[in-house]
């Protein structure tokens, strides 16, 4: 079953309801600075921005007012009830260069080389060692997070606690080259790659 379709089940979304309140919690906000962190993605004004794994906006709001009027993010999410409060949220607050996407982002469905940067924020991507993993595998992420991005995009990562064989596994992917880190975001740029 594919992310995707989890995303849809009554079931799932209503387990995982009480992460999504503890994903908006005051506490997190004081433990975790949204507008710190994404200062070490360094989100510019007027940049399209592709956000994986958006929940119900920790990262979004304050990443939406960051890039401006004139960018655009996209936060996409497979859980039904995440997109629901995330677009609630963002209609209360005015915010209108956001659109929400309830989808896997295995398969974005986003034109090739259209997005500046990627983030990958709080989101623990699983590492395919002998058996299969449903969501997020990053040998197939990685490869539509570098077929999204522009040639000079980048793609930020942040994760708590800090998972040592993602960054190794972007790496090796020969995908990204490694940038630097900033604020606890691992930043790397995307590589040209012969066919």
Request: hydrophobic share 45%; aromatic share 6%; with cysteine.
């Amino acid at each position: 079953m594919s992310a995707e379709d989890l995303g849809k089940s009554k079931f799932v979304n209503m387990l995982l309801k009480p992460a999504g309140s503890a994903m908006e919690s005051r506490l997190r906000h004081l433990l975790q600075d949204p507008e710190r962190i994404l200062r070490g993605a360094d989100l510019q004004p007027g940049q399209t921005v592709l956000e994986v794994g958006s929940g119900t906006g920790f990262f979004t709001m304050p990443a939406a007012r960051m890039i401006g009027d004139h960018g655009r993010l996209i936060a996409m999410d497979p859980l039904a009830a995440y997109v629901e409060r995330l677009n609630e949220k963002l209609i209360a607050a005015g915010l209108q260069n956001v659109s929400v996407v309830r989808r896997d982002a295995l398969s974005t469905r986003l034109d090739a080389a259209c997005i500046d940067k990627v983030l990958l924020l709080g989101v623990l991507p699983l590492i395919p060692l002998r058996r299969p993993f449903t969501t997020l595998p990053l040998n197939r992420l990685l490869p539509e997070i570098h077929r999204v991005l522009k040639p000079e995009g980048i793609l930020a990562v942040w994760m708590f606690p800090i998972a040592g064989l993602v960054p190794l596994s972007i790496r090796r992917s020969g995908l990204f080259t490694y940038l630097h880190k900033r604020n606890g975001v691992h930043n790397y740029q995307r590589c040209s790659v012969e066919s």
